[in-house]
Structure formats: structure tokens, C-alpha cells
């Protein structure tokens, strides 16, 4: 994968705070090969945003982010249960 990356230092500081997750870390769940891509609806207004729900190390990581131009722009990223639901659902994973 060849992508590009970028973020805001301070959303990426402020995220690690609150859900222990770096933006670095986040870019992993891009490398996953059955990782999901959704809309996400409900943040859209401006811009158009997505979902990434993808396998990382620590399990699945859900990370919101937008296109700019060619390069991906985090937004947020951590592990929650519905993103891990959506990806299993997807995947056709059977716990």
C-alpha cells in the first residue's frame, strides 16, 4: 500500500489521551486486506468522511477519516464494539 497519511498533531495528542490509540498506530488497519470502508453518515456535512475498520495488532481499530486530495487525513481512531461488530459482520466472522 502506498498511501499518503496526514493529521492534526493535536487531534492525534488528544486521541491518544482519550482512547490510547496514535495515528500512527491507526494507519495499520488501512494495511489490513479485509478491512471495511463505510461512510460515515452521521459527520459528513462539510466534508466526506469514512470508517476504516481494520485488524491491528491490538484487535480491531476503527479509524474515522476523509480524503484530501490523495492523501488520507485521520480524524479519530479506536477500539469500539460496534466497528469490531461491523468488520466481524462483514467478514463473516462467527464468535
Known amino acids: 500500500m502506498s498511501a499518503s497519511f496526514d493529521w492534526d498533531p493535536d487531534k492525534d ?4 489521551r482519550k ?3 496514535s495515528f500512527v498506530y491507526a494507519q495499520g488497519a488501512f494495511l489490513d486486506p479485509a478491512r471495511v470502508i ?4 452521521g459527520h459528513s456535512e462539510a466534508e ?3 470508517y476504516c475498520f481494520g ?4 484487535g480491531i481499530l476503527t479509524v474515522r477519516f476523509t480524503y484530501r486530495g490523495k ?3 485521520i480524524i479519530g481512531a479506536g477500539f469500539w464494539r460496534r466497528g469490531k461488530k461491523l468488520y466481524e ?7
Open 13 to 16: 495528542a488528544e486521541n491518544q
Open 19 to 21: 482512547h490510547g490509540v
Open 38 to 41: 463505510a461512510r460515515d453518515m
Open 48 to 50: 466526506q468522511r469514512f
Open 55 to 58: 485488524q491491528v495488532p491490538d
Open 71 to 73: 492523501v488520507i487525513r
Open 89 to 95: 459482520i462483514r467478514n463473516k466472522i462467527h464468535k
